[in-house]
């Protein structure tokens, strides 16, 4: 069973470029997360989206961010018109189902994005 | 989210047990006590979980204070690959989000 799958691992955009980041979740998972990781900093929630829909979304930045869960294919994390301060490592988590515990997410490797 | 407090870093010699503390005096009786751990360069990983009473995994074990106020993450036999970021999360089964709010948490070094 392949573990969340997250695509490019690295990518390098210019100032002012789109970064489009893929999220593969596990099989069988229908939720989605996604956290950023700014250098030398914790790891903070971003959004959280179900199949076509976003339920959670008070960590995303109020502009150039977007998300989306489509029915058929991975999460998309967009980041328009990039600048230096995105620079950062975002990482995409999946679980299968809400559960009274709240139960694990699985963490995929991250997509290190560095902004020139 | 109720919050958490752990020391910085903490050091350990391989093969020993390895006892990582967490306070959360503020935890309230719906909330399940996780930790995860991110290893240098990857996303984190569930390590374990509970309520109220202890719990054993392959990974870890979670001692959990009789008033809940403080919970003790164990590793057994520490090896070089624990070396990591250890984090303590509180999370709600009654309402709030589903995201994981990740504090400073402890970064664990292991000595050869």
């Known amino acids: 069973n392949a573990g969340v799958m997250q695509n490019p691992r690295h990518l390098v955009r210019r100032r002012g470029q789109e970064a489009r980041l893929r999220c593969s979740p596990m099989k069988g998972h229908s939720h989605v997360y996604w956290y950023r990781q700014l250098p030398e900093e914790g790891l903070k929630f971003m959004v959280y989206?179900?199949?076509?829909?976003?339920?959670?979304e008070s960590g995303m930045p109020k502009e150039r961010f977007s998300a989306e869960f489509p029915k058929e294919g991975p999460s998309i994390l967009r980041i328009q018109q990039v600048v230096r301060g995105d620079s950062a490592a975002y990482f995409c988590?999946?679980?299968?189902?809400?559960?009274?515990?709240?139960?694990?997410?699985?963490f995929g490797p991250g997509t290190r994005l560095t902004v020139t | 989210d109720a919050k958490t407090t752990q020391p910085n870093s903490m050091e350990s010699n391989e093969e020993e047990p390895v006892h990582l503390p967490c306070n959360h005096s503020t935890i309230s009786g719906t909330d399940y006590i996780h930790w995860y751990r991110q290893l240098p360069s990857q996303g984190p990983e569930y390590v374990i979980h509970g309520l109220t009473s202890n719990v054993n995994n392959r990974m870890a074990s979670l001692a959990i204070a009789e008033d809940r106020k403080s919970s003790t993450l164990i590793l057994h036999r520490a090896t070089l690959r624990d070396a990591a970021v250890y984090y303590c999360i509180l999370r709600d089964s009654q309402g709030g989000s589903e995201k994981l709010v990740f504090g400073k948490g402890t970064k664990l070094t292991v000595n050869p």
């Open positions: 989206l179900q199949k076509e829909n976003i339920i959670d």
């Open positions: 988590a999946s679980s299968p189902r809400i559960r009274a515990d709240r139960g694990e997410q699985y």
